[in-house]
């Protein structure tokens, strides 16, 4: 017999389908009940809520023996209309098929609540949870909405690399890729590591971006997209920071500030309106479970303009705020990098709502940002949010070959493994921009989840590597 | 001036906009023309085909200077009725701005046809030529068809780690990842390297498969699928391998052998027909410069069933054949891993149609197969492709954790770092299945090319990991 799934049966009309006799299959999330009536809240997966099966005691003496919460099992049954159970439907159970037990005494998944810390313990079974179920299921709409949006708007989708020989040398936070034996590893006669014995026959890393790949990408395709992991060996045991996470680095020909910063919106704008349209259900958990402000939230970033601000006159607002009596901890003024009181007091406090900073100086901005006529700025932006900071980073890149390369010798980048990036300003050099979008951040916001290491299935980070 | 894309201009209905001035940005793929006349063929990358600019030699004779081969141009002017270029319209140029010039010294990619080899030296330049702007559109339209496919049908996206500590004792195949400097390795005090100084605290390395945490996801959300780099420390130089390639790895709860091969029949054909109604300009050149049946191909695949065949009755079938007369290289009988010529006979000579081979002699196949009841036998499905043999490999999973610890008993499969595996087994087990599909493979056979270097942006093979 055909299984329905469980969101069918909950979120769409089955009129027609009451009286019949059905088939589900799932894992069950709790059994109560008498001596003359169980019930069993079964879940499969497919949507936050359970579906309840009303089973004779004295029928399935037997099976009921077996159905404890985790367990997995098939129902068929009739359908009915539900006399109460917080569902429209239920099922009347005719036959019930045990698949998988789940032992009471060492199940770690039991009715009662777990704290988030020993659920990372067991993160190869929290995706059964109802919070993380939720959290997962809001990760794959998110990505399909991020994929959609580029299709849409005729972004290629450009899968640049992750291993790479690029920006090695002297790189401290990049992993390290090799197949040497490290009980043995090949030297020259100076006695240095010999990478040419290596898989590669150089030195490589994991990818800290895909932004320069990217650029190339953009340069002869026009508009392009990666989405891919990403990998920093930062020591930052931080609810902010992950080894190896996901990343959305879009790259645009042609596009000027404007451009970049009204993609960027709109981007934004379309990724909380595909979660509010479509997570309805997970969203409505969260927001009781975990963040009573989450949906208000997210409602409100779509229905307000994103306010455009220069660095300079960010700093003037900070200053003047300072003048009547605020107290920071970190100094202000021009030509600081803003620290994460500064960015929240402008968005949380000054405009009460997103801002997007341009005009950053230079000295704090990488060197491929386009520079402005006055010498200090680069058109650099960030896509500050309330309370998660910074969302998104991007720039206007620098076009012509001659700026760049200044840039590139006043900061003593070595450039010697980069022939090809600059190749990009040689030959038919054009305006481009782009902007990098850190996927689990983006769930932190619309999931008002607290810690990155929820957000993604099996997080990476010092001293931890599991599953 | 708002620019129009070209694949705007060529592929919509565009008549409303005859006789306005529109502006289009793009490079320049040819310049010729004569005294009074020249004209421009502009590129953009939204499509394959270029539009044309006519331009008065008088009125720019500067700019065309600087109009070579490769240079960046954005141009003004007038949208008419073409009188012959072998598009519907063309533009009067009536402002042309030159971003930037491409030296036809130096500049790599002039007009003249260039090798394979050659585009993947300047791998960094390649995606601005025909073939690889076409393989690259591509490459988007069915990684979105990918998504679209599983979004549909109710699979959540589940992004499996990259970095694992699992499986990595003994595994040749495997790439290191360290942060550990290795000119100066830290040893413990038997002279072994100390991983516990290492950034995770252990051994890792780069993925192999994200299956085993798939099923995680599977057996708690129902259906999951994953979709992403995947790592190969092979030191195999063959137009067929890659150390980094893209995977799609589906994991199904409830899915038995018969809904598992259905769904490894129907998303092959979603993709196909997805490309055949999608990339209709690429496959046009694809099939006219790389490969001349390769439309009727890809519609053969859509329009004919899939062979269901068990091995036992694949080897009657090439025993058979040898009994006739028909010479193979390897020798066949019941037991063997079928050869890609036994394959090739099966697929292209014996049933001239994909063949999807079941029920495979577990000593082939891997551990976590379903064991058949006849005690030689397991669950597994390869989908056989004519031309490029084996595109998709999967299976049952074996769901009973006795049979499971059996077999991985009498493989001496270390399991050490795999408890959370076997708690699958151990907790709510249920029936599922799945398979994985070589992303490189596929577009092997979507676009006609012969080399796997060439359908991914930027290959990384022994010795070569440029850009």
Same mark, same amino acid.
């Given at each position: +017999?055909?299984?329905?799934?469980?969101?069918?049966?909950?979120?769409?009309?089955?009129?027609?389908?009451?009286?019949?006799?059905?088939?589900?299959?799932?894992?069950?999330?709790?059994?109560?009940?008498?001596?003359?009536?169980?019930?069993?809240?079964?879940?499969? =997966?497919?949507?936050?809520?359970?579906?309840? /099966?009303?089973?004779?005691?004295?029928? &399935?003496?037997?099976?009921?023996?077996?159905?404890?919460?985790?367990?997995?099992?098939?129902?068929? $049954?009739?359908?009915?209309?539900?006399?109460?159970?917080?569902?429209?439907?239920?099922?009347?159970?005719?036959?019930?098929?045990?698949?998988?037990?789940?032992?009471?005494?060492?199940?770690?998944?039991?009715?009662?609540?777990?704290?988030?810390?020993?659920?990372?313990? /067991?993160?190869?079974?929290?995706?059964?949870?109802?919070?993380?179920?939720?959290? +997962?299921?809001?990760?794959?709409?998110?990505?399909?909405?991020?994929?959609?949006?580029?299709?849409?708007? =005729?972004?290629? #989708?450009?899968?640049?690399?992750?291993?790479?020989?690029?920006?090695?040398?002297?790189?401290?936070?990049? !992993?390290?890729?090799?197949?040497?034996?490290?009980?043995?590893?090949?030297?020259?006669?100076?006695?240095?590591?010999?990478?040419?014995?290596?898989?590669?026959?150089?030195?490589?890393?994991?990818?800290?971006?895909?932004?320069?790949?990217?650029?190339? $990408?953009?340069?002869?395709?026009?508009?392009?997209?990666? &989405?891919?992991?990403?990998?920093?060996?930062?020591?930052?045991?931080?609810?902010?920071?992950?080894?190896?996470?996901? +990343?959305?680095?879009? %790259?645009?020909?042609? #596009?000027?500030?404007?451009?970049?910063?009204?993609?960027? %919106?709109?981007?934004?704008?379309?990724?909380?309106?595909?979660?509010?349209?479509?997570?309805?259900?997970?969203?409505?958990?969260?927001?009781?479970?975990?963040?009573? $402000?989450?949906?208000?939230?997210?409602?409100?970033?779509?229905?307000?303009?994103?306010?455009?601000?220069?660095?300079?006159?960010? /700093?003037?607002?900070? %200053?003047?705020? *300072?003048?009547?009596?605020?107290?920071?901890?970190?100094?202000?003024?021009?030509?600081?990098?803003?620290?994460?009181?500064?960015?929240?007091?402008?968005?949380?406090?000054?405009?009460?709502?997103?801002? /997007?900073?341009?005009?950053?100086?230079?000295?704090?901005?990488?060197?491929?940002?386009?520079?402005?006529?006055?010498?200090?700025?680069?058109?650099?932006?960030?896509?500050?949010?309330?309370?998660?900071?910074?969302?998104?980073?991007?720039?206007?890149?620098?076009?012509?070959?001659?700026?760049?390369?200044?840039?590139?010798?006043?900061?003593?980048?070595?450039?010697?493994?980069?022939?090809?990036?600059?190749?990009?300003?040689?030959?038919?050099?054009?305006?481009?921009?782009? !902007?990098?979008?850190?996927?689990?951040?983006?769930?932190?916001? *619309?999931?008002? +989840?607290?810690?990155?290491?929820?957000?993604?299935?099996?997080?990476?980070?010092?001293?931890?590597?599991?599953?």
């Amino acid at each position: +017999m055909q299984r329905l799934k469980i969101q069918y049966l909950l979120k769409e009309d089955v009129s027609a389908l009451i009286g019949t006799t059905i088939c589900v299959k799932g894992w069950v999330r709790t059994k109560r009940g008498n001596k003359n009536v169980a019930f069993i809240a079964l879940n499969d =997966g497919s949507i936050i809520h359970n579906i309840q /099966i009303v089973a004779d005691p004295a029928k &399935f003496e037997e099976e009921l023996k077996h159905i404890t919460t985790g367990a997995c099992i098939g129902v068929e $049954g009739k359908l009915v209309e539900s006399q109460g159970s917080g569902q429209a439907v239920e099922i009347q159970a005719e036959n019930i098929v045990i698949y998988g037990e789940a032992d009471p005494n060492t199940y770690p998944l039991q009715k009662k609540g777990h704290s988030m810390e020993f659920l990372r313990e /067991i993160g190869h079974l929290r995706p059964r949870t109802n919070t993380f179920g939720a959290v +997962m299921r809001m990760r794959h709409e998110m990505a399909y909405a991020i994929h959609t949006f580029f299709h849409n708007k =005729g972004f290629y #989708y450009f899968h640049t690399p992750l291993i790479t020989a690029s920006d090695c040398e002297g790189a401290g936070e990049m !992993f390290q890729v090799t197949t040497m034996d490290l009980n043995n590893i090949p030297k020259k006669e100076d006695g240095s590591v010999d990478y040419e014995q290596d898989f590669f026959g150089k030195q490589t890393a994991l990818t800290v971006s895909g932004q320069l790949e990217g650029e190339l $990408g953009a340069t002869a395709l026009g508009a392009i997209y990666t &989405f891919g992991p990403t990998f920093r060996a930062e020591n930052s045991n931080t609810p902010r920071h992950l080894a190896e996470f996901w +990343m959305v680095e879009p %790259e645009m020909a042609f #596009y000027d500030l404007d451009d970049l910063t009204a993609l960027e %919106e709109e981007f934004i704008k379309f990724l909380v309106k595909w979660a509010l349209d479509n997570c309805k259900e997970d969203l409505e958990f969260l927001n009781n479970m975990i963040d009573k $402000g989450l949906i208000e939230r997210l409602k409100s970033v779509i229905n307000t303009d994103f306010v455009r601000l220069p660095y300079t006159e960010g /700093i003037k607002i900070l %200053e003047e705020a *300072v003048a009547k009596g605020h107290k920071f901890e970190f100094p202000v003024s021009w030509g600081v990098d803003l620290a994460s009181e500064h960015e929240r007091f402008l968005v949380e406090e000054h405009f009460k709502k997103p801002v /997007i900073m341009i005009d950053y100086p230079k000295e704090i901005k990488a060197f491929y940002m386009k520079q402005n006529d006055d010498g200090k700025t680069v058109q650099g932006t960030d896509v500050l949010f309330p309370q998660i900071g910074e969302i998104i980073g991007g720039s206007v890149r620098e076009e012509s070959y001659d700026k760049l390369m200044t840039r590139i010798t006043e900061l003593n980048i070595p450039m010697k493994d980069m022939w090809w990036y600059l190749d990009t300003r040689r030959y038919g050099s054009c305006p481009h921009a782009g !902007f990098g979008l850190g996927f689990e951040r983006l769930m932190l916001f *619309v999931t008002g +989840m607290a810690n990155i290491r929820d957000v993604i299935p099996f997080p990476r980070t010092p001293k931890t590597a599991e599953f």
